[in-house]
């Protein structure tokens, strides 16, 4: 696998997709190449309103400012879920956390518990 420090950040738009289209085809196997290779990609899609976009980094900054040891109770047997801070990657400035399931109302609930045990309906919205 590269590491993150040798490979390069792939950015692939994903709006007009459509499922059989030959776009969708070459998007699908950028986005296998790109997980098989470096474990990850960038999705652009503006889909969403700079509101949107607002709520969501303003939703994750808390997360990202917490102190690490609270970030490393974020684990997973799976590579690249749970958080992998800067010495788990080797880079200084890269972090991110993955979240089982984080279409599931429940499993959100219980993220947001682990990282702040006094609460944070912010977050969980």
Same mark, same amino acid.
């Given at each position: 696998?590269? /590491?993150?420090?040798?490979?390069?950040?792939?950015?692939?738009?994903? @709006?007009?997709?459509?499922?059989? !289209? =030959?776009?969708?085809?070459?998007?699908?196997?950028?986005?296998?190449?790109?997980?098989?290779?470096?474990?990850?990609?960038?999705?652009?899609?503006? $889909?969403?309103?700079? =509101?949107?976009?607002?709520?969501?980094?303003?939703?994750?900054?808390?997360? +990202?400012?917490?102190? /690490?040891? !609270?970030?490393?109770?974020? !684990?997973?047997?799976?590579?690249?879920? $749970?958080?992998?801070?800067?010495?788990?990657? $080797?880079?200084?400035?890269? @972090?991110?956390?993955?979240?089982?399931?984080?279409?599931?109302?429940?499993?959100?609930?219980?993220?947001?518990?682990?990282?702040?045990?006094? $609460?944070? @309906?912010? +977050?969980?919205?």
């Amino acid at each position: 696998m590269v /590491s993150v420090s040798q490979s390069k950040l792939l950015v692939i738009n994903m @709006e007009d997709l459509k499922p059989g !289209t =030959e776009s969708w085809v070459t998007t699908s196997h950028k986005v296998r190449r790109s997980l098989e290779e470096c474990g990850f990609f960038m999705a652009v899609y503006g $889909g969403f309103s700079q =509101e949107v976009k607002k709520e969501v980094y303003d939703a994750l900054k808390p997360l +990202f400012d917490l102190p /690490s040891e !609270t970030k490393m109770k974020n !684990t997973s047997h799976k590579p690249f879920h $749970g958080y992998l801070g800067p010495s788990s990657l $080797g880079s200084p400035l890269y @972090e991110s956390f993955g979240i089982e399931y984080c279409t599931s109302y429940d499993d959100v609930q219980s993220f947001a518990n682990l990282m702040w045990p006094s $609460g944070n @309906e912010n +977050f969980r919205q």
